[in-house]
């Protein structure tokens, strides 16, 4: 008999934690909604930040979280729910608006954009450790302020300048500690799974 530990799991490449589920339409639905609304939630952790029309919100560390667990196809689907369904009156943008005439619109398109870049990179591993997790969430927040803050500054008529100050700057510190968290969550989900990065 012999006494060798068993081999580790071992997972096929390209593989994402919501791969992880047995594999069915409804299972890429469920998640899909699921996606959406943890994004909905997380936008209601919302402070509103003074000088600036947008608050300080869980929703952005939601959706890097949920490109990165779902993979590219799935996080740009629940992001557009996300999206499509907010525009369509669903009050569950940060602050319990709806619209996409608001000033901060642009970080939510942003957000759909990241999702899916993460979302790619977590099937290149990107989530396996903590220095990679670190780079895809700072690509992740870096996406979505490219998109969010020349829309701010369209939106209210600030220069570029007031927008980044209004629009970024107040937001760097909590990125951060988003980062960390992910840092965190990501990998050790991943060890949980029997996998190491």
Do not use: E
Not at 6 to 35: F, Y
Not at 43 to 56: K, M, N, R, T, Y
Not at 117 to 134: E, N
């Amino acid at each position: 008999m012999s006494t060798a530990a068993a081999p580790a799991r071992t997972l096929r490449a390209g593989t994402v934690l919501a791969d992880l589920l047995p594999a069915s339409r409804a299972r890429d639905i469920a998640l899909v909604v699921g996606g959406a609304a943890l994004t909905g939630l997380a936008a209601q952790l919302s402070v509103p930040v003074p000088g600036s029309p947008v608050p300080v919100s869980g929703q952005t560390f939601a959706a890097l979280l949920v490109g990165t667990a779902l993979g590219a196809r799935r996080g740009f689907l629940a992001l557009a729910l996300y999206a499509v369904a907010g525009m369509a009156g669903v009050p569950w943008f940060a602050q319990a608006t709806s619209g996409y005439g608001m000033p901060s619109f642009g970080y939510i398109l942003g957000m759909l954009l990241a999702s899916t870049v993460v979302g790619a990179l977590a099937r290149r591993g990107a989530d396996r450790s903590v220095l990679r997790t670190a780079g895809a969430m700072v690509l992740g927040s870096a996406i979505i302020y490219a998109v969010g803050v020349p829309y701010l500054a369209l939106a209210t008529g600030m220069t570029l300048g007031q927008a980044v100050a209004a629009g970024l700057t107040p937001f760097l510190i909590g990125d951060a500690l988003k980062a960390a968290l992910a840092m965190g969550v990501l990998p050790a989900a991943w060890k949980l799974a029997g996998r190491k990065g």
